[in-house]
């Protein structure tokens, strides 16, 4: 089972990631979850990855 801390470490260490990196990661997060057998719990990983992604692009946009 997953450490119950991952959403929130996930979403710090994407605050120290680049726009690049953010970019890349929610484009090859959105590629893995479609790739996975649907409902499958690493599906769900992989789409909160990609959203977790966007919503640091996002608040960054907000910054400028």
């Known amino acids: ?3 119950s801390n991952w959403h929130s470490e996930t979403q ?3 605050q120290g ?7 890349y990661v929610r484009e090859d997060a959105r ?3 479609q790739a996975v057998i649907s409902g499958s ?5 992989y789409l909160d990855m990609a959203i977790y992604a ?4 996002k608040r960054r ?3 400028t």
Do not use: C, G
């Open 1 to 3: 089972m997953r450490d």
């Open 61 to 63: 946009e907000n910054l």
């Open 41 to 45: 719990p690493r599906q769900n990983d």
């Open 12 to 14: 710090e260490q994407y």
């Open 54 to 57: 966007s919503q640091e692009l």
């Open 31 to 33: 590629a893995a979850a």
């Open 17 to 23: 990631y680049t726009i690049a990196e953010l970019q």
